[in-house]
């Protein structure tokens, strides 16, 4: 398997181009957790809590990192659509 | 004479200096212990991952990179974050890239295995 050719090799270059940041974009942030942008935050809280034990248990602490951090990203962006008037 | 209640009153500081200081040691002892958290990483993936991010994702230093302990370690990973058992497909792709990077299965060297 061509690690360089395929679809998430392509997409990290294009998540890095896009936020020309060390900050994590979004988009990542949603690969990590594996939601989407419908996912509720429940759904992301439930899928970050199951990935980050999971990695503290057997993982590495640099994955538990971006785990957190994805989530970390993704908590703003939620947190900021719940106080808009509905 | 003086001497004697100056004598009395260097040796009545000192005492109070001490117990000052005995008092100001044992309420830092008694300070409340935060645990050190170690910080995370910050930010996300590198856009090329580097043979430094694949060790740290599968968390084996990179002086002791053998072909054995990377296979382990990937199996040890891949359990926590296999996308079958609830893990994400991009970090299980991280994950094996990692693994490829180490053996020296990038597209530069151009390996048979």
Known sequence: MDASKNGVAQETIQNAVRRGSKAMSKQEARQILGVTEKSTWDEISQRYNVLFERNAKSGSFYLQSKVHRAKECLEALHTERGQGPV | ?113
Request: proline share 5%.
């Open chain 2, 1 to 113: 004479m003086a001497t004697p209640f100056l004598a009395g009153l260097a040796v009545a500081t000192a005492a109070l200096a001490g117990k000052y200081s005995i008092q100001a040691w044992q309420a830092f002892k008694a300070r409340p212990v935060v645990p050190r958290m170690r910080k995370f990483y910050e930010g996300g993936f590198q856009p090329t991952m580097t043979r430094r991010e694949a060790s740290l994702i599968l968390g084996i230093s990179r002086e002791a990179v053998t072909p054995e302990k990377v296979k382990e370690a990937h199996r040890r990973v891949m359990v926590a974050n296999h996308p079958d058992a609830g893990g994400s497909d991009y970090l299980a792709s991280k994950i094996n890239e990692a693994k490829d990077v180490l053996l020296g299965k990038t597209k530069s060297s151009g390996s048979a295995f």
